[in-house]
């Protein structure tokens, strides 16, 4: 087993808003290991964001509030730390791609000088010349072409498959334990995200470093992951890892997910037409039900699932494979 580099146990936010409080992430637990790849899967809404946020301590408060559990990297729990040691360990230790480029990369300043600020940050020893240097051979890493004039170009003049390399230069230039990547590949067509997925599991062999992988998109974790965690409503509905899951999902949510990835039917030798869909809606956090938070879109759910028997617990179905429902699938 990899070496353990952070754990999140019993994660609860919550945010202060005008109907009144609500909790977005609810007893979240998850590990990060060396040199491996956790994905965090679910639909917007589902937590996942917020759960990275919260290990980067960027949960703004107001209105949002880390009201439970811990967060520990290497041992030590990070929702102790002052602020001061946390940006101290941000973009040093744990370092975050954010879903959006163009608005993450500050238009006013080449992307040379962006780089070089990280370094000048949480490298003070090294000189302006081996910063600049630094850069340019990050950009080099990242398989950006002539990285020496690149260095001097503003976000605006790149595409956004380079924007999103030179957001991948700029984590990994302190060449951190851990690099959470937020929907890393959301706006890029499908040509460029398989370079950029490529990429990642390049620099991650090369690094050792463990990956936190939050997507909506399954394909990008068949692609990249050896964990899946499965979010719905702010809690993890099943984990496995990614063979596991994809054969034998034992949850209803995440069966579903799975059945709505496009595939290539062979005996009728073109995609299939009509993809099966999870019918209904995500509830909304004020107003969720009793019971199991998938009951209104669950064709399996009976009075057990709405609220006789409380809210079904995350238990291990199989060795190293949990399921929060009241009914997991054989299949």
Same mark, same amino acid.
């Given at each position: 087993m990899a070496e353990k580099i952070l754990e999140v146990k019993d994660l609860v936010v919550e945010f202060r808003t005008d109907r009144g409080r609500v909790t977005a992430v609810n007893g979240v637990n998850f590990d990060v290991h060396k040199g491996k790849t956790i994905g965090v899967v679910g639909e917007s809404g589902s937590g996942k964001s917020v759960s990275a946020l919260s290990i980067m301590r960027l949960i703004p408060n107001p209105p949002g509030e880390i009201t439970g559990g811990k967060i520990l990297y290497r041992g030590d729990d990070l929702l102790a730390k002052p602020m001061d040691t946390m940006r101290a360990i941000r973009g040093n230790k744990i370092a975050m791609? $954010?879903?959006?480029?163009m608005t993450s990369l500050n238009p006013v300043f080449t992307v040379g000088n962006q780089i070089e600020e990280v370094l000048k940050l949480h490298q003070p020893e090294l000189s302006k010349e081996q910063r600049h240097e630094k850069s340019i051979e990050q950009l080099r890493l990242v398989g950006i072409p002539s990285p020496e004039k690149r260095i001097n170009e503003y976000p605006h003049q790149m595409s956004g @498959? #380079?924007?999103?390399?030179?957001m991948i230069a700029m984590s990994l230039a302190c060449e951190p334990d851990i690099l959470i990547a937020d929907e890393p590949t959301t706006a890029l067509d499908v040509t460029i995200q398989a370079q950029i997925l490529e990429l990642m599991k390049k620099l991650q062999t090369e690094l050792? #470093?463990?990956i936190i992988m939050i997507t909506h998109d399954l394909?990008?974790?068949a692609e990249t992951c050896d964990d899946v965690s499965v979010m719905y409503c702010g809690q993890i509905v099943e984990s496995a890892d990614v063979k596991t899951l994809f054969a034998s999902p034992k949850h209803p949510y995440t069966k579903g997910l799975i059945e709505s990835i496009p595939s290539f039917d062979s005996t009728l030798g073109k995609v299939r037409d009509r993809l099966p869909t999870i019918e209904g #809606?995500?509830?909304?956090? $004020?107003?969720?039900p009793n019971g199991c938070n998938f009951q209104d879109r669950c064709k399996f759910a009976d009075d057990k699932c709405r609220g006789s028997? @409380?809210?079904?617990?995350?238990l291990e179905a199989a060795p190293g494979h949990s399921v929060r429902c $009241?009914?997991?699938?054989?299949?």
């Amino acid at each position: 087993m990899a070496e353990k580099i952070l754990e999140v146990k019993d994660l609860v936010v919550e945010f202060r808003t005008d109907r009144g409080r609500v909790t977005a992430v609810n007893g979240v637990n998850f590990d990060v290991h060396k040199g491996k790849t956790i994905g965090v899967v679910g639909e917007s809404g589902s937590g996942k964001s917020v759960s990275a946020l919260s290990i980067m301590r960027l949960i703004p408060n107001p209105p949002g509030e880390i009201t439970g559990g811990k967060i520990l990297y290497r041992g030590d729990d990070l929702l102790a730390k002052p602020m001061d040691t946390m940006r101290a360990i941000r973009g040093n230790k744990i370092a975050m791609i $954010f879903q959006e480029p163009m608005t993450s990369l500050n238009p006013v300043f080449t992307v040379g000088n962006q780089i070089e600020e990280v370094l000048k940050l949480h490298q003070p020893e090294l000189s302006k010349e081996q910063r600049h240097e630094k850069s340019i051979e990050q950009l080099r890493l990242v398989g950006i072409p002539s990285p020496e004039k690149r260095i001097n170009e503003y976000p605006h003049q790149m595409s956004g @498959g #380079m924007r999103q390399r030179v957001m991948i230069a700029m984590s990994l230039a302190c060449e951190p334990d851990i690099l959470i990547a937020d929907e890393p590949t959301t706006a890029l067509d499908v040509t460029i995200q398989a370079q950029i997925l490529e990429l990642m599991k390049k620099l991650q062999t090369e690094l050792g #470093m463990g990956i936190i992988m939050i997507t909506h998109d399954l394909g990008v974790v068949a692609e990249t992951c050896d964990d899946v965690s499965v979010m719905y409503c702010g809690q993890i509905v099943e984990s496995a890892d990614v063979k596991t899951l994809f054969a034998s999902p034992k949850h209803p949510y995440t069966k579903g997910l799975i059945e709505s990835i496009p595939s290539f039917d062979s005996t009728l030798g073109k995609v299939r037409d009509r993809l099966p869909t999870i019918e209904g #809606m995500v509830p909304s956090l $004020f107003d969720l039900p009793n019971g199991c938070n998938f009951q209104d879109r669950c064709k399996f759910a009976d009075d057990k699932c709405r609220g006789s028997h @409380g809210d079904p617990q995350l238990l291990e179905a199989a060795p190293g494979h949990s399921v929060r429902c $009241f009914h997991p699938l054989n299949s």
